[in-house]
């Protein structure tokens, strides 16, 4: 994606940091949209309220694996001529009317991590692109910035290997470096590592979603205090972690939940950034926002929770964090 300095991408407020980090260092300008409660993705609906002659893309996460509305996203994306990208770190294999999700975008990327749903022995990544020019683009950065390497079977050929010029001068195509690269190369190690585990992910994503729908079974006695989270009906995803938001009348806070609950040895999580605009390291960044705030994205902050719903779990642990729930609520309602 070359475009100019100054140019403006849409993105939520509530996302993760590295969702955001590359908008900035590439100098363009994040247009930041809020979004919608219990889902924790973008608002489509408030997408073109954002648009203006200078956007040119809107990178989008499908946050905690959640899937927002991918077709009236892609649809706007379309009217306005928008590059859109997918980025899917938090899931893997999602479907919207069983078809992938990347099939709305342009662009999607998603994580090897190793709380995801496989793993690829490190912190590795995959990036998908609908167009060649992208996928040539992306290897060059990726690679050491010269786009004749080896990773084009063409680059061997002599009539293309030395058939060009550097500032005048007959060069090897294979030292010819279009734009700064970064030399991020996953391992043939991990690769193998992956492909064996590639063979889980279905039955890694059905107990993911198993625990997901256990949990939020569990939640809907206390939906009084609690927020739950929604799922597009016409989607199959694996959550990476299960999400609450307090309501604003819970008699408790939520400093006090994750303090019980992380001393019965259940770790928890805010939902990420929260409002990112809130964030010290991005409060004072140059961006695009909203007259109307970002109500959600502020109530997540406040109040926002993640617990585990990983597909390692055992019965014996899911029903201690129910139990331990419970505990809590009985001595806080």
Not at 142 to 169: C, M, P, T
């Amino acid at each position: 994606m070359n475009f100019e300095e100054g140019s403006e991408i849409i993105t939520p407020a509530l996302t993760f940091s590295t969702t955001v980090a590359p908008i900035i260092k590439k100098k363009w300008i994040p247009a930041f949209v809020d979004v919608e409660e219990g889902t924790y993705n973008i608002d489509h609906n408030k997408i073109e309220e954002m648009i203006t002659p200078k956007t040119k893309a809107m990178m989008i996460p499908n946050l905690i694996g959640n899937l927002p509305q991918w077709e009236k996203i892609k649809s706007i994306a379309d009217r306005h001529h928008l590059f859109l990208l997918e980025d899917s770190a938090d899931t893997i294999g999602a479907e919207i009317d069983g078809e992938s999700s990347g099939r709305f975008t342009d662009m999607s990327t998603t994580s090897f991590l190793w709380l995801s749903y496989y793993e690829l022995c490190r912190q590795w990544w995959h990036v998908m692109c609908q167009f060649r020019r992208a996928f040539k683009s992306w290897k060059t950065t990726q690679k050491l910035g010269g786009v004749h390497l080896r990773f084009f079977i063409e680059s061997e050929a002599i009539e293309n290997r030395f058939n060009v010029k550097v500032d005048g001068i007959p060069y090897d195509a294979k030292f010819v470096f279009e734009e700064p690269g970064y030399n991020i190369e996953p391992s043939e190690m991990g690769a193998a590592f992956g492909l064996v585990q590639l063979s889980k992910l279905l039955k890694n994503i059905d107990l993911r979603t198993q625990h997901y729908h256990q949990l939020r079974r569990f939640f809907e006695q206390y939906e009084e205090y609690f927020i739950l989270p929604k799922q597009l009906p016409n989607s199959r995803t694996g959550w990476l972690a299960f999400a609450v938001t307090l309501r604003e009348n819970a008699p408790f806070n939520r400093r006090d939940l994750q303090i019980f609950l992380e001393k019965r040895n259940i770790q928890t999580r805010t939902i990420f950034t929260g409002n990112i605009l809130r964030q010290p390291g991005f409060k004072n960044i140059q961006s695009k926002t909203s007259k109307d705030g970002y109500k959600e994205a502020d109530k997540v902050m406040k109040g926002g929770m993640l617990i585990a719903c990983h597909h390692g779990l055992t019965n014996i642990q899911i029903e201690h964090i129910m139990e331990s729930i419970t505990a809590f609520m009985k001595i806080s309602i």
